[in-house]
């Protein structure tokens, strides 16, 4: 699931950057999830151990009768769940982009699925162009990927909204469970009421209140189910993934060292560095490049430690080793569009250049996009050399 999260976020044009919390979220969910997919397979295949009169089967008989099970939840459900997590990664990366920009684009339209075997649920919603604002309640209870593999979309607009009849003739399918909820407010990219989850805390198989006086309570007292906030499952997960307490707060001042930075930007032209170094004589700072810097690498220490004491400055020393194309959607992806299969990522770029610099003892690459109208502007900074990497300037 972490891999499907990644990817998914990876795709978007954007990642989360509001809470600095939401990946640490999404991956406390993925565990979670992960966690109970595990049990029912297991019970599932406890409870084929005995045959009929309640003698314990043979080994080979036993391995036989679970044999659906298990291809069943280790292939064709995996693999949706995958897809799906996928997408829904990618629309939570999304949403959080709609909530920081609702003041330039305030309203979300409902866009075509890119399924060519599509089913009939989110149609009307897609032919009628419906279109609301990004509070609007209609966004907690229906949006893209409350379905198994849907391939819909929301895209941020600053069109009229649909009128409210209109809305309230549309049709309103109930989300499959598990779907329900918006991954783009809680980080969960498959929610606890999937089949999976138990209904409620007392057939939780790690809901194990201790001591006489919490059982007896237990017993008399409904627990609420809040399964990714549940002490009793979050002692069963695993803390390999436990972030150490020196990465977590270098990211908290890297954080803070770049809201304080960024608001000695131009909010529209950024900072201008310029220098022969630069292919086009010049290099663009935006507020949106050191957002960018930061959420791709907040795993990586020794960057956090160099955001968290940036400057223009600390911009030295780069070396100009090559470009890149602008690359196209790949197939499969959400927004790929078959008829268009060149329909590029990055529609304001042209293409990227490279730089490599040192931070510390570790060899970086600066991906830098060259823009239609700006120029040459930070994107991002990448820990290895791009494949597609291609010597010389670009004519």
Known sequence: MNEAA????????????????????????????????????GKAMADKLRDSNGNIKPFEQWSNDVRTIAS????????????????????????????????????????????????????????KKLTLPVEHPFWEKHHPQDRWNCKCMLEATDDPATPANVVED???????????????????????????????????PYYKPRGVKNRMRAMFVAHKKDCFNCEYVNEKLPDSNKQPEALREAQVQ???????????LDAYKGA???????????????????????????????LMEWLKHFELDSIKGWKYEGYAENRPYPPGHPKFDPNNP??????????????????????????????????????????????????????
């Open 6 to 41: 990644a990817e998914g976020l990876a795709r978007g044009e954007y990642q989360p950057r509001h809470n600095d919390r939401f990946l640490d979220a999404m991956r406390h969910g993925n565990e979670v999830f992960a966690a109970f997919k595990v049990h029912a397979m």
């Open 72 to 127: 069943h939840h280790t292939g064709a459900w995996l693999r949706t769940e995958y897809n799906t997590a996928v997408l829904r990664a990618h629309a939570a990366a999304d949403w959080q982009e709609f909530i920081e920009n609702k003041d330039i684009f305030p309203n979300l339209r409902w866009m075509p699925t890119t399924s060519p075997d599509a089913e009939a649920s989110h149609r009307e919603y897609w032919e």
């Open 170 to 204: 549309m049709p309103t399918p109930q989300p499959q469970r598990g779907l329900d909820n918006n991954p783009g407010k809680d980080g969960h990219l498959i929610n606890d009421t999937h089949p999976y989850f138990p209904e409620k805390c007392a057939q939780c």
């Open 254 to 264: 890297a954080s803070i060292h770049i809201k304080e930075f960024k608001v000695k």
């Open 272 to 302: 201008k560095l310029e220098g022969e170094e630069y292919t086009t004589g010049s290099l663009t700072i935006l507020r949106r490049s050191l957002t960018d810097v930061y959420e791709h690498n907040r795993e990586d220490s020794t």
């Open 342 to 395: 060149g329909k590029k990522k990055h529609q304001e770029t042209l293409y990227f250049t490279y730089y490599s610099l040192n931070i510390g003892d570790k060899e970086y690459w600066a991906n830098v996009k060259v823009h239609k109208d700006y120029g040459e502007v930070l994107y991002t900074i990448e820990s290895t050399k791009p494949k597609d990497l291609k010597r010389g300037v670009r004519q």
